[in-house]
């Protein structure tokens, strides 16, 4: 048995006497008699050709795992998982039909839009309907508007979910719990028609809240005719509809939270308050910030169907949005040019703060969705 020392690996070799030659390493052949007393030179030959085959061997498989392309992958692993790929085709069909093949007609944001002519036809205006939009009147004002409402969801709505699952979390009664789950989800499936016919009716002149706020001394009056509430009438409503079926996702994730971790925060003398913080809370936060990201990233997106089922003039000032506006150049003044810039703007400012708020998760955190 001979032994031997190297550096590192190489792919041509020369051999000569004791040393192998490789690029610009050589390999010296440390030869040391063994117990056999044998040291001759075609013994010396062949343990030195089956150094370098072996090294050449070693080489090549590094060499094909490096070359295995994305295409081989991915061909392996769509034979291998052949029905997920199938189930994934529709979707993408979907996709492709009404989310991304309408998107070439997002270029009459850039030319003067006449639909006898049609898109191509149409002459070119280059950035004449941004500019139209940023001085206008309406800029200033459904843009703080939109950031205001959207804001306070996040502040208020945000939260709301992760507070409800930590306490449904907390109910040990099986039939209780499913109760409670039961009535918090319902609102979602209510339609949207009905729960704004519903607010109407309980902040009207003669509503429920309003009577129940008249009982304290304020005056009677239909709290949607006041601007200053119009933004707590929207939030809280939402909150009320959407919070139940929003939690379904950390239930979802507190149930991946090893049981293990609670049975030694119990040991070391935790209660269920000290547990929740220590526990609990780390076990959802990647949950979180995955979600506070998509939230960050709609930022600019309150939906207009419910505020145009709710507001009136008296409360334009404060509940006209970018996506109300849209609706209003669009389809009531047959602006289109006009109205489709608004949208790429607005998508813009929604792409801006994704991207910034998963470069701060990123960065902050070990959490990010890409």
Known sequence: MYLFDYNKQNTEYLIHSDKVYAGNNSYTMNWKETQYGIETKPVRLLYILFFVCGKG???????????????????????????????????????????????????????????????????????????????????????????????????????????????????????????????????????????????????????????FFGLFGFPNVSMLSKPELFVPIYVLSDIWKEVGFSSIIYLAALTSIDQELYEAAIIDGAGRWKQTLHVTLPGLFPTIIVLFILRMGGIMNVGFEKIILLYNPAIYDTADVISTFVYRKGLQQFSWSYSSAVGIFNSAVNFFFLIVSNWLSRKLTDSSLW
């Open 57 to 211: 061997m070693v080489n090549s498989m590094k060499q094909v795992k490096q070359n295995d392309s994305y295409i081989s992958r991915l061909r392996r692993d769509i034979i291998m998982n052949k029905s997920v790929y199938v189930m994934i085709i529709p979707v993408l069909i979907y996709y492709f039909i009404f989310s991304y093949k309408p998107m070439y007609g997002a270029i009459i944001a850039f030319k003067e839009f006449v639909p006898g002519k049609g898109i191509w036809g149409s002459p070119w205006v280059g950035f004449k309907q941004f500019e139209s939009f940023f001085n206008s009147y309406y800029f200033a004002r459904t843009l703080k508007n939109t950031v205001v409402i959207s804001l306070t969801s996040i502040v208020l709505g945000f939260p709301a979910p992760i507070i409800l699952a930590l306490l449904i979390n907390e109910i040990k009664g099986k039939h209780f719990k499913k109760t409670v789950q039961t009535i918090t989800y319902m609102p979602h499936f209510i339609s949207l028609v009905v729960v704004c016919g519903l607010i109407r009716d309980f902040v009207g002149n003669d509503g429920l809240i309003t009577r």
